[in-house]
């Protein structure tokens, strides 16, 4: 699904912190981590191309759920997750806010 953008849907990041707004409401906020995963392929079941995807971001220590990996390119930062064979995969964009 699209949305238009200025849609209200925002991530912010600082360096360790997260903050998730929906419609100007802050509806989450935590601690992330970057680290380099090169698995992504067999993560979500799709290629992608060469160099693309290749750090995955942990929210809040969490380990167990399914990997979301990263792309920064363009001035967007893409999210990647779930099991796209199955139905289950995601891909979400952000654009970065100028100031």
Excluded: C, W
Excluded at 56 to 79: A, E, G, P, Q, Y
């Amino acid at each position: 699904m699209h949305y238009p953008s200025g849609n209200g849907n925002i991530i912010e990041f600082t360096d360790s912190i997260y903050k998730k707004y929906a419609n100007g409401n802050l509806i989450k906020s935590g601690y992330y981590t970057i680290t380099r995963d090169t698995s992504v392929r067999e993560a979500v079941g799709i290629l992608v191309a060469p160099g693309q995807f290749t750090d995955r971001m942990i929210f809040d220590n969490d380990t167990v759920s399914n990997k979301t990996f990263i792309d920064i390119s363009d001035n967007k930062l893409t999210f990647l997750s779930g099991f796209f064979p199955f139905d289950g995969g995601s891909s979400v964009s952000y654009e970065r806010k100028q100031n």
